[in-house]
């Protein structure tokens, strides 16, 4: 069983949509929880971090993680074909610096 | 501020060959990191130094891998020989913070 499990879509919304990304874990010792969003061809680049369990808000992004449930989503409000891209979850024990990655979903947002 | 740099961007060997990959990272940050991405999945860590020392290295491959960061700046990372397997992007990171790594583009490795 892998540590960190994640659908790898594709996942197809027309602009405008609620999307809701997810992945499930195995490891309890994960403390912190991170979304990396990945464009083609270019490298991730960090869009949320929580270590708590709840919501964190950044603008069209909601970050929840459900640590009794080992369960913690992503949610774009009022997608634009710019976020059409592949969106990686990431996590990392509470001393470690090494994080360990899901495959990745690729969302894809149509006008 | 720039980003983290890396070259070349992609490169075709064939199987037995070396080759090696270059990272610059943001001014400043400690800590590198190489990681490898396989079409279709998230990036696995290869290998972590903080400055010039390895932090973790646990999945490098050591028969055929290898890495170094001279002075605690730059980084490369070899293969050697390149298997088929092999083929992926290899992404050098680069952080202040474990959880905000910055990643550079990525050269996308193909072994025929």
């Known amino acids: 069983q892998k540590e960190v499990e994640q659908d790898p879509g594709p996942l197809s919304v027309p602009e405008g949509a609620i999307v809701s990304l997810n992945c499930t874990y195995s490891?309890?010792?994960?403390?912190?929880f991170m979304w990396y969003r990945q464009y083609s061809r270019k490298g991730p680049e960090l869009l949320m971090y929580?270590?708590?369990?709840g919501n964190k808000e950044d603008g069209r992004f909601t970050a929840q993680v459900d640590k009794s449930s080992k369960y913690i989503s992503l949610f774009i409000r009022d997608s634009q074909p710019s976020d059409s891209a592949t969106y990686l979850c990431?996590?990392?024990?509470?001393?470690?610096?090494?994080?360990?990655f899901g495959t990745g979903t690729r969302l894809q947002v149509t006008l | 501020e720039a980003g983290v740099a890396q070259s070349p961007r992609y490169k075709i060997i064939e199987k037995r060959q070396s080759v090696a990959f270059w990272c610059n990272p943001i001014?400043?940050?400690?800590?590198l990191y190489w990681y490898q991405q396989i079409l279709g999945q998230g990036p696995k860590l290869l290998i972590q130094?903080?400055?010039?020392?390895?932090?973790?290295d646990s999945q490098l491959p050591k028969d055929r891998f290898s890495a170094e960061r001279l002075k605690g700046v730059d980084s490369t990372l070899k293969i050697q020989p390149a298997k088929l397997e092999d083929s992926a992007v290899y992404l050098c990171?680069?952080?202040?913070?474990?959880?905000?790594?910055?990643f550079g583009p990525g050269t996308r490795l193909t072994v025929t």
């Open positions: 990171a680069s952080s202040e913070i474990t959880y905000e790594q910055y």
């Open positions: 490891n309890s010792a994960f403390q912190y």
């Open positions: 929580t270590y708590s369990s």
């Open positions: 990431a996590m990392k024990a509470g001393t470690a610096s090494k994080l360990t």
């Open positions: 001014s400043g940050h400690a800590t």
């Open positions: 130094f903080q400055n010039n020392g390895v932090v973790d």
